[in-house]
């Protein structure tokens, strides 16, 4: 059968392959010479694509890889057994040195690469959750100030010892460029205080207890007059604290995730708490388990972010619902997809949102 896209000039095929989802993409890819040529040289498509090596030795797609003609710019090694297996990290420095011209974005375990041979390097994922390695694997990191590019971080290290999370420390300090932080474990930000970082995204995952933010409000302070973009575990005196100290903060996502009894109650306790009016917020998500009176709590703040234009939650609450009608600025409210989520809750959601001339509701699983 004669390919029907050759009659095409190439220009057409690379929009057609472009609206194609990554995996869509990476079968077409493989129908023919033409469509490989055509899907490798559109940048629309290759930007969809991260490579996925699981680091197995006899896995096909390290030849693959190797052999390949196209310039990836995503690449994705992930190492579950953490070995240090010679010839496994020769292919893979291999594979990763093929792409160091165009690399934009590495996923990886972080014993496998040094960072500072990659300049162009802009997005950097770092899983290092062994118990027994952890200062092996990232002392191997070459976090250096070679790497001017980065300006994405993401670090997935749990259980790091006192040793190990001084040496990321350094690394950290070194990337002067960066934009976004996202870590698992607070006290990676000790030490970075006096860094002039001009964050725009801190993402911490990290639900387990609310008593570092005071401590390190201090790091998050010196970042304020660039802070965007901010996902914490926070109490809700700490929400009024971020919606006046952070002028340009557009996204607050919360997570009152506290599993402390103690916690809770503090959670609650906000007498006489007044929340500041902030205009810069356009984004608001609150994601964390219900107390009694919590959703009143959350609807006092809703009329002091005057240009909200997205509200994501994970609480069903008739309240909550009805004072979204009286918010003229929303565009979007996402809710969370609940096991307890009758019918008539979904209706009364989509009849209050219309009401307040939302463009949608979305309910999904966050």
């Not at 990191?141 to 590019?149: E, F, H, M, S």
């Not at 909550?320 to 307890?340: A, F, G, P, Q, W």
Request: with cysteine; net charge neutral.
């Amino acid at each position: 059968m004669e390919d029907p896209l050759k009659i095409l000039p190439e220009e057409v095929c690379e929009i057609i392959f472009s609206n194609l989802k990554k995996d869509d993409i990476m079968q077409a890819s493989l129908v023919s010479k033409h469509w490989y040529r055509i899907t490798g040289r559109s940048k629309e498509c290759m930007n969809k694509i991260a490579i996925y090596h699981a680091f197995l030795e006899d896995n096909p797609e390290t030849k693959y890889i190797l052999a390949s003609e196209r310039l990836y710019q995503h690449l994705d090694f992930r190492n579950y057994s953490c070995k240090r297996d010679t010839k496994l990290i020769r292919n893979l420095r291999s594979i990763v040195n093929k792409f160091a011209g165009s690399l934009i974005t590495l996923r990886s375990h972080v014993d496998i690469v040094r960072t500072s041979e990659l300049p162009k390097l802009k997005e950097l994922m770092i899983c290092c959750n062994y118990y027994y390695q952890h200062q092996y694997c990232i002392e191997k990191l070459g976090l250096t100030a070679k790497a001017k590019c980065v300006k994405k971080l993401k670090i997935d290290c749990t259980d790091l010892c006192k040793t190990s999370i001084k040496v990321l420390q350094q690394k950290i300090a070194n990337l002067h460029n960066l934009k976004v932080l996202n870590i698992s474990d607070p006290y990676l930000l000790d030490g970075l205080k006096s860094k002039k970082f001009k964050l725009e995204e801190f993402i911490l995952n990290y639900n387990e207890s609310l008593e570092w933010i005071p401590a390190y409000f201090e790091f998050f302070v010196t970042q304020r007059s660039y802070l965007k973009f901010i996902d914490l575990n926070m109490s809700f005196k700490q929400i009024a604290l971020f919606m006046e100290q952070f002028p340009k903060l557009e996204t607050l996502i919360v997570r009152n995730e506290a599993f402390d009894v103690d916690e809770m109650d503090q959670l609650m306790y906000i007498e006489n708490l007044a929340y500041p009016h902030n205009d810069s917020i356009t984004t608001f998500g609150y994601y964390g388990f219900i107390f009694n009176g919590e959703t009143d709590n959350i609807v006092a703040i809703l009329p002091k972010l005057r240009n909200l234009q997205k509200l994501k939650l994970n609480i069903i609450d008739p309240k909550l619902t009805e004072s979204i009608i009286s918010m003229t600025s929303l565009k979007t409210v996402e809710y969370c997809d609940r096991d307890d989520l009758s019918f008539e809750s979904v209706t009364r959601i989509e009849q209050n949102i219309k009401l307040a001339k939302c463009d949608f509701v979305h309910i999904r699983s966050f």
